[in-house]
């Protein structure tokens, strides 16, 4: 890369610099090639060329600085109505010079006031007032290369070049290894037109002049006094400067710099990639939100399957704190409900056996003979009896008297049907539950109560 020196005349070079100069900066399409100027006012740096201006890696809000052949660069007379604003007029002349193409919604172009001037009263003694713009159409397709999505805006390159004088002017200048020529009028920018020559020779005149007759046949410009070559090393041939008829005045080149009034040209291409790129945030936006909310959502989840376990685990430590306290509490209940069984007739069970046994050796009440207990077992819910009788008569009025026994009211009795043994005797069964201890048996069971009504 090559560096133009301090100053505003950028002629001398060979000093190397860093990739990109410090600052926003403009891309210019120089002589050679693209070019990065920045810095401070008065003292401004170029970095460059290159054949891409994208390689110079400028910084976000730069200014981007069109090639010629990138717009049409249309000078247009323009009526002033009051009722109509000045694009939908300015619209209406390109439109009928065809430059807004089938689509003129989607057309990108611009336009600045350069003067304005009253024409001669009509018959009707209407005065009109027209105003002369200068319009720049953006060329499409337009050349990706060129994209640089970090530029704030895009304008025409002759736009950002400091007029030569006041009055009407025309400068020559090399733009990407071709000629170009940009005129000039009230100091304002107002067209560019690219050159076919190659040199500065009579082809070169030729293509100048046709070029002004058109313009001051349109009454847009009249002839420039004189015609000033910016680059750093021009050769101009005498037949060029004999056919011009106008004195050719060769001076350095100078910085290009922001204009007062913003103009913006931006590309469909980078429209679209601006829009995509905005897509694609907005998608990893999305992207994001969605599993920052996965993650919420699993997060809870997890903690509502942990919590249960959780409060199992502090549960079992408050348990083993009290685990020691516990067993002595279990202990001593079942002391005290041993104890109880004592002093409670239907749980004692010395009590209870004399109550079933005394029928069978006491003579009131009325002695049964003939019948034997061979099992007494007590336990918390029942009271388990088996015994033997000499007959099924005896067996029947001992199951009587258990049920009729005021002492043995509580219990409730089942008895299964006797069974007899080879030497003529009953074997028998009888099984008595307390209320509230009795757990339910399915129909027809073997505990079923034979002898109910």
């Not at 604003?85 to 065809?98: D, F």
């Not at 079933?356 to 009440?365: A, D, F, H, Q, W």
């Amino acid at each position: 890369m090559k560096l133009f020196g301090k100053g505003t005349n950028g002629s001398s070079r060979g000093k190397k610099v860093a990739e990109s100069a410090a600052g926003p900066g403009v891309l210019f399409p120089g002589p050679e090639g693209w070019e990065l100027w920045s810095g401070p006012p008065g003292q401004p740096v170029c970095a460059g060329p290159v054949d891409e201006p994208r390689k110079l890696r400028p910084a976000a809000g730069c200014l981007m600085s069109l090639p010629s052949h990138s717009f049409f660069s249309v000078p247009l007379w323009v009526p002033v109505v009051e009722e109509s604003p000045a694009r939908e007029q300015t619209q209406i002349k390109l439109e009928m010079k065809g430059m807004l193409g089938p689509n003129p919604d989607t057309a990108v172009w611009n336009f600045e006031a350069v003067r304005r001037e009253q024409q001669p009263p009509t018959p009707e003694g209407e005065v009109v007032t027209r105003q002369l713009e200068a319009t720049a159409v953006l060329a499409s397709p337009f050349e990706e290369k060129w994209l640089v999505e970090e530029a704030a805006r895009y304008e025409p390159s002759g736009r950002l070049l400091a007029s030569p004088e006041p009055g009407s002017s025309a400068v020559l200048r090399r733009e990407l290894g071709r000629w170009v020529a940009d005129f000039y009028v009230e100091g304002k920018w107002l067209h560019t037109q690219p050159l076919l020559a190659a040199q500065l020779d009579a082809s070169a005149a030729v293509e100048l002049l046709a070029t002004v007759a058109q313009l001051e046949g349109e009454g847009v410009l009249t002839g420039p006094a004189g015609w000033r070559v910016r680059d750093p090393a021009p050769v101009v041939g005498e037949d060029f400067r004999r056919i011009l008829g106008a004195p050719v005045r060769l001076e350095d080149r100078v910085p290009p710099r922001s204009p007062d009034s913003a103009w913006n040209l931006p590309p469909m291409a980078l429209t679209e990639l601006r829009a995509q790129r905005a897509q694609g945030t907005r998608r990893k936006q999305w992207i994001g939100t969605g599993l920052v909310a996965y993650g919420a959502v699993a997060l809870l989840l997890a903690g509502w399957f942990a919590w249960p376990l959780v409060r199992l685990k502090l549960a079992r430590a408050e348990l083993n704190k009290i685990s020691e306290e516990a067993g002595r509490i279990r202990q001593t209940a079942m002391l005290w409900r041993e104890a109880g069984s004592c002093f409670d007739s239907r749980r004692n069970a010395l009590e209870l056996l004399w109550q079933v046994s005394r029928p069978l050796i006491e003579g009131e009440p009325a002695k049964i003979e003939g019948v034997r207990l061979t099992l007494f077992d007590l336990n918390n819910r029942r009271l388990l009896l088996q015994g033997e009788g000499k007959d099924l008569e005896v067996v029947e009025k001992y199951f009587t008297w258990l049920k009729a026994d005021a002492a043995l009211a509580l219990f409730q009795w089942k008895n299964p049907q006797p069974r007899l043994l080879p030497n003529g005797n009953a074997q028998f069964q009888a099984e008595g539950e307390l209320p509230g201890m009795v757990e339910p048996e399915p129909e027809g069971g073997e505990n079923a109560d034979l002898n109910a009504p």
